[in-house]
């Protein structure tokens, strides 16, 4: 599966942005799917997840109640919905897709980098004033 994000930018704190994952080569139905991001400096760290066939989702604990992930199967493209930005953030977000043989939730919970296979190229987003 190939991945293509998009919907990055700067915006204002407490702002909000809508990143796109659009997917092509196969159905994300079958797929776990992560948001990561990279701030300058730091390790790429687990944002969010959905696994669309088991309507599964999860968040780690700092986008709570801000960020939304959902899915449009007719459109093959995950969303991550970003509400109340903060500077912290900020970085380089990266949509990442793992084939979910059996489970998603597995690949969601908890959120690691090295389980996923395929990747987006990644969209800046720049939380400032």
């Known amino acids: 599966v190939q991945l293509v994000e998009s919907g990055g930018g700067l915006v204002q704190p407490g702002g909000s942005l809508r990143l796109s994952c659009a997917a092509s080569?196969?159905?994300?139905?079958?797929?776990?799917i992560g948001w990561f991001r990279q701030a300058p400096g730091k390790e790429r760290e687990g944002v969010s997840c959905i696994s669309i066939n088991e309507h599964y989702t999860d968040y780690e604990d700092s986008v709570k109640g801000r960020f939304t992930i959902s899915s449009d199967s007719a459109k093959n493209t995950v969303y991550l919905q970003m509400t109340s930005l903060k500077p912290e953030d900020t970085g380089v977000y990266y949509c990442?897709?793992?084939?979910?043989?059996?489970?998603?939730?597995?690949?969601?919970?908890?959120?690691?980098?090295?389980?996923?296979?395929?990747w987006g190229q990644g969209t800046q987003v720049t939380v400032s004033s």
């Open positions: 080569g196969s159905t994300l139905d079958d797929y776990a």
């Open positions: 990442a897709a793992v084939r979910a043989y059996y489970s998603g939730t597995y690949y969601c919970t908890p959120l690691v980098d090295a389980d996923f296979g395929s």
